[in-house]
């Protein structure tokens, strides 16, 4: 039974904290409110628990900071030239294994997961229509990061005015090996296609974390692999990016290619790539555990209108200034106006032959710059080239 100071940190820890603004430097951080009612631990995370499930979080773990386990399988990644152009994961190699290197003082990690899948989006349906544009699920509704980073953020101010301790919070932000955290701090499992997957909840979800100076008791047991001899994450990828379990080979993976590329998409994986404009979710789409995943009941991540139905062609035919519009406060941002058009015509050219795509193909084609015109004129070959073989067939 708690006693009297303990029950009283813990009514006081549930009030709203005074302010939403995080504080400005680890310096300037705020000492706990009442140091001589100090909760256990134990207590102090089972507080930090009820912040975050009314936060929209449906689990949260402890983890020490422990990454060893991890570096041979980094090491390997960056040797082999996996990671492609994301030079920054090379650069950042010693603090992604080391979290007290990134915020000195860390000696625990707070990990977060949060349900990211939108209701009655289709994405089956829409995936093998190729008059339309597969989106990935994620990015259908506001940008997850500044969903998650805000939530986090508010949660660490509130264990600095309660319990002192709460470092920083990150999602995918910074160089935290996010899914190593996320395995060590009990929320599942690496999978064969090295996402995060649980067996109740699949793999459909975020995660974030907040680096602590708190004596946390860490996760008692961590997730078992439960992915087994199936092999349905690799064989379903289109380009064969799943070069092995937990081994992706990005410069294959058609999320890398449409997102984090920057230049002219490999000629020989644009047919694979099909009507898929912005990431790719066949890994998550045919593993059998996502069969028990949920729709998530957050309002950010509602689709909005035009992104989770939309036809290739209206999507072409947007202004810069029509993206920009459709596309603000999204993760889609991530990519400019020159990408989403590379990306659209290397789908219109996977499209069944249209007179109508020909002809806007075209139109756009004079005024194009160099990366997107080269695309263009890809995909007007294979456009001709299908209208001239249904002509020959009648």
Known sequence: MLGLGERKIILRAMQPPASDQAPASDQERPAPTDPESAASPAEQLAVIEGWALAAGFDAIGVTDIDLERYRAHLDAYLAAGH???????????????????LVPGTTRVISARMPYL????EPLRILHDPTRAYVSR????RDYHKVLRRRLAKICERINATFGGGLRAFTDSAPVLEKGLGAKAGLGWIGKHTLLLDRDKGSWFFLGEIFVNLPLPVTATEAENQCGACRACMTVCPTDAIIGPQQLDARRCISYLTIEHRGAIPEALRPAIGNRIFGCDDCQLYCPWNRYAQASAEPDFAPRAGLADASLLALFRWSEAEFLQATEGSAIRRIDYTRWRRNLAVALGNAPPDAAVVEALQQARSDAPPLVREHIDWALTRQRAGLASAA???
């Open 392 to 394: 020959a067939d009648r």
């Open 118 to 121: 939108p209701p009655d989006t």
């Open 83 to 101: 990671h492609g152009e994301m030079d920054y994961l090379a650069r950042n190699r010693d603090k992604r294994l080391a979290p007290d290197q």
């Open 138 to 141: 994620y990015t259908l509704g």
